[in-house]
């Protein structure tokens, strides 16, 4: 699965953006996509996840601010990101995780979004 990340770009605090991932493939019945952020020097920690059946699970620092979602028909997810802060400010990863079995053994595979950097200004 490849995937195209968009909608970045320069905010001021308050503001909103709406960020992109669309996918070269099928979303239908992936149930593990999500949202990650990497800010200066830090870790990248996980923002939004979103299954297939659209349960939704956020980090604290982002609930009541940002909604993930995914539109099936177009093989993309979204990130809703309103009030922003300067602490948001990161290069925002989406990313799909699939699982596979081979015999009694399940596979992991993750796929990454090239990041798309939010700047939000103070």
């Known amino acids: 699965v490849q995937l195209q990340a968009s909608g970045g770009g320069l905010v001021q605090a308050g503001g909103s953006l709406r960020l992109s991932c669309a996918a070269s493939?099928?979303?239908?019945?992936?149930?593990?996509m999500g949202w990650y952020r990497q800010g200066p020097g830090k870790e990248r920690e996980l923002v939004a996840r979103?299954?297939?059946?659209?349960?939704?699970n956020y980090a604290d620092s982002v609930k009541g601010r940002f909604t993930i979602s995914r539109d099936n028909a177009k093989n993309t997810m979204y990130l809703q990101m309103n009030s922003l802060k300067p602490e948001d400010t990161a290069v925002y990863y989406c990313?799909?995780?699939?699982?596979?079995?081979?015999?009694?053994?399940?596979?992991?595979?993750?796929?990454w979004g090239q990041g798309t950097l939010v700047t939000v200004s103070s």
């Open positions: 493939e099928s979303i239908f019945s992936i149930d593990d």
């Open positions: 979103i299954t297939s059946a659209g349960s939704t």
């Open positions: 990313s799909v995780t699939l699982w596979t079995n081979k015999g009694w053994n399940r596979y992991r595979h993750d796929y």
